[in-house]
């Protein structure tokens, strides 16, 4: 099941390791580096999965959620931390994040997670 993909994250050698683990297993992967290259690639492609940073620079992956929410784009997000917190937790799950993964991400875990996204975003009414 091959889906179009957004990976958001500030640090390259994640942008890069994600976008070839996703591209191997034949999926079409677009980066970003940051919250205003990822919402222009937002607002011109309609994506299956969006895997995203919690930090990214001066916004937050949850500044992703709300984007999304704002927009009325229904789109499964994982947001991943090397930071987990309760509270950043919580408000993924608030703003309907599909998961919420700590770094170091396996390439096995990821692509498990975007397995399970991407089924979910064939269901239907999703």
């Given at each position: 099941?091959?889906?179009?993909?957004?990976?958001?994250?500030?640090?390259?050698?994640?942008?890069?390791?994600?976008?070839?683990?996703?591209?191997?297993?034949?999926?079409?992967?677009?980066?970003?580096?940051?919250?205003?290259?990822?919402?222009?690639?937002?607002?011109?492609?309609?994506?299956?999965?969006?895997?995203?940073?919690?930090?990214?620079?001066g916004k937050t992956g949850i500044d992703i959620l709300r984007l999304l929410n704002e927009k009325g784009i229904v789109c499964?997000?994982?947001?991943?931390?090397?930071?987990?917190?309760?509270?950043?937790?919580?408000?993924?799950?608030?703003?309907?994040?599909?998961?919420?993964?700590?770094?170091?991400?396996?390439?096995?875990?990821?692509?498990?997670?975007?397995?399970?996204?991407?089924?979910?975003?064939?269901?239907?009414?999703?």
């Amino acid at each position: 099941m091959n889906g179009s993909i957004l990976v958001i994250d500030d640090e390259e050698s994640i942008r890069y390791t994600f976008e070839n683990f996703l591209l191997e297993a034949g999926h079409s992967v677009v980066t970003a580096k940051d919250f205003p290259e990822a919402a222009r690639e937002i607002g011109k492609t309609q994506f299956d999965l969006i895997i995203t940073d919690i930090i990214l620079g001066g916004k937050t992956g949850i500044d992703i959620l709300r984007l999304l929410n704002e927009k009325g784009i229904v789109c499964p997000v994982v947001v991943i931390t090397g930071y987990p917190s309760i509270e950043t937790a919580a408000e993924a799950v608030k703003l309907s994040a599909f998961d919420y993964v700590m770094k170091p991400v396996t390439k096995d875990t990821l692509l498990n997670i975007v397995k399970k996204a991407l089924a979910l975003k064939k269901l239907p009414n999703k």
